[in-house]
């Protein structure tokens, strides 16, 4: 089965951890979600907020490659991977941060490429 991801961090292609996905992916999409980035160091951290957006890519990605990706993110306890829409209608699941935040730096453009 394929399950579609919405990626915002060190997933996203041109990444260090984007290797996980390379051969058990495909890229579908740029697009965005409702959410608000914030630094987490060396990779961002979103939570939900209806007034921000985030930029990523949506893939579809194995059983076995979203495994990897929970293994990766913590699921369910660091990130929890939700179902979200994204701005173009997508119905994808992405890793929702479930850390304090804050103390963190905002990511004003929601945009980790250009954000950090």
């Given at each position: 089965?394929?399950?579609?991801?919405?990626?915002?961090?060190?997933?996203?292609?041109?990444?260090?951890?984007?290797?996980?996905?390379?051969?058990?992916?495909?890229?579908?999409?740029?697009?965005?979600?409702?959410?608000?980035?914030v630094s987490l160091g060396g990779?961002?951290?979103?939570?939900?907020?209806?007034?921000?957006?985030?930029?990523?890519?949506?893939?579809?990605?194995?059983?076995?490659?979203?495994?990897?990706?929970?293994?990766l993110e913590g699921h369910p306890?660091?990130?929890?991977r939700t179902k979200v829409t994204?701005?173009?209608?997508?119905?994808?699941?992405?890793?929702?941060?479930?850390?304090?935040?804050?103390?963190?730096?905002?990511?004003?453009?929601?945009?980790?490429?250009?954000?950090?």
């Amino acid at each position: 089965m394929m399950n579609k991801v919405f990626v915002y961090g060190t997933l996203k292609s041109g990444f260090g951890n984007h290797r996980l996905m390379e051969s058990r992916s495909t890229f579908i999409t740029k697009d965005e979600i409702k959410g608000l980035m914030v630094s987490l160091g060396g990779f961002p951290g979103v939570v939900p907020s209806d007034d921000r957006s985030v930029s990523g890519e949506v893939y579809e990605v194995t059983d076995e490659c979203l495994k990897d990706l929970d293994r990766l993110e913590g699921h369910p306890r660091f990130y929890k991977r939700t179902k979200v829409t994204t701005q173009n209608g997508l119905e994808v699941e992405t890793y929702i941060y479930q850390g304090e935040i804050k103390h963190r730096q905002v990511i004003e453009t929601g945009d980790w490429s250009n954000g950090r």
